[in-house]
């Protein structure tokens, strides 16, 4: 995996400590995330479907992208398609996505970049793989995560933020087994680089087969564990947790995550996503691209959208 990394571990800032009388964070529940297709036909896993909203709150969906090792012509994209009510949270570990909107936001995200689009009062936009990712095929991998936005910031003006796979923060646990990338909300005293209305914290971990990670973790976000790779154990009671699951985790102001220690030689390091933040704790009606408060405002959505009033796809020069 090209997120991110360096060759020694050791030499990082290191992973703070939780205090000795920290409450570990039990597991309430483990899902497995069906396989689909998003887009014009690019493979995802639904990371979060059959877990409730009122759980997941800030966040409304996350999608798994491959991983995929695409032919030469089959990477496919998105068309252009609209949204509003929430933030768009696309972290790319492996392969290039590119991405315009109709607000002139845009650009290639690749190999740990993260994009981070705020659809606010409404917005259009293309995802697709580059022309050249198209002819050479090759890897695909990445998430996309929807955050939420509270009913005062529905509205908020359309923003556009590029953050490079060298601007996250980037830690080490004492023995060296666990690297921590830290893309949205902070660890400790290091701050992750992505800046949402809603506050959350947004982590890749790789540890090496056997590696325990301990991770102080904010007692008024939520906590969610996805595994990207590999297979390990979340919790202190030890629940097993494999590639595609998502753990959903109770109160406390700490969490545990473990590697197996592999027999897997195609994927020996688990790599997890780590997931929280301050719940909105709002109605939410959701339906397709939009996530509003209420149906009527879903239903307002799409009258905007089809009368041209979240806006209209730039002109393209040199095409026909
Ligand atoms: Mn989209």
Redesign the pocket.
């Known amino acids: 995996m090209p997120a991110v990394t360096v060759p020694d571990i050791t030499v990082l800032r290191r992973i703070p400590i939780p205090m000795p009388d920290a409450s570990s964070r039990p597991v309430r529940s483990v899902t497995s995330a069906p396989s689909g297709f998003e887009g014009e036909g690019f493979p995802v896993r639904r990371a979060f479907a059959g877990v409730a909203l009122a759980d997941l709150d800030p966040f409304v969906h996350m999608d798994q992208m491959g991983e995929v090792d695409y032919a030469p012509g089959e990477p496919k994209g998105?068309p252009w398609?609209p949204?509003r009510g929430f933030e768009?949270v696309t972290y790319m570990i492996d392969g290039i996505m590119a991405h315009r909107d109709s607000n002139g936001g845009g650009g290639q995200i690749t190999d740990g970049d993260t994009q981070w689009m705020t659809a606010g009062a409404g917005i259009l936009?293309i995802?697709t793989p580059p022309e050249q990712l198209v002819v050479s095929g090759g890897l695909f991998h990445g998430v996309?995560l929807w955050v939420n936005l509270p009913r005062a910031q529905k509205f908020a003006p359309p923003r556009y933020q590029d953050i490079r796979a060298g601007d996250v923060a980037v830690l080490g646990s004492d023995d060296g087994g666990a690297l921590v990338r830290v893309i949205a909300g902070e660890v400790g005293d290091a701050r992750g680089p992505g800046s949402t209305y809603t506050p959350i914290t947004l982590l890749h971990a790789t540890l090496s087969p056997g590696a325990r990670l301990d991770l102080p973790w904010r007692s008024d976000f939520n906590a969610l564990v996805y595994v990207l790779a590999g297979s390990g154990t979340v919790g202190d009671a030890g629940q097993p947790l494999h590639k595609g699951q998502l753990a959903v985790l109770g109160d406390g102001d700490s969490l545990t995550v473990s590697a197996t220690i592999g027999h897997h030689s195609a994927e020996p390091t688990l790599e997890v996503l780590i997931l929280g933040g301050r719940p909105i704790r709002e109605p939410v009606a959701w339906l397709g691209?939009f996530v509003m408060n209420t149906r009527s405002e879903v239903l307002a959505a799409f009258e905007d959208y089809q009368a041209g009033r979240l806006g209209s796809v730039p002109a393209v020069h040199g095409t026909c």
């Open positions: 998105t398609h949204h768009t936009h995802e996309q691209p």
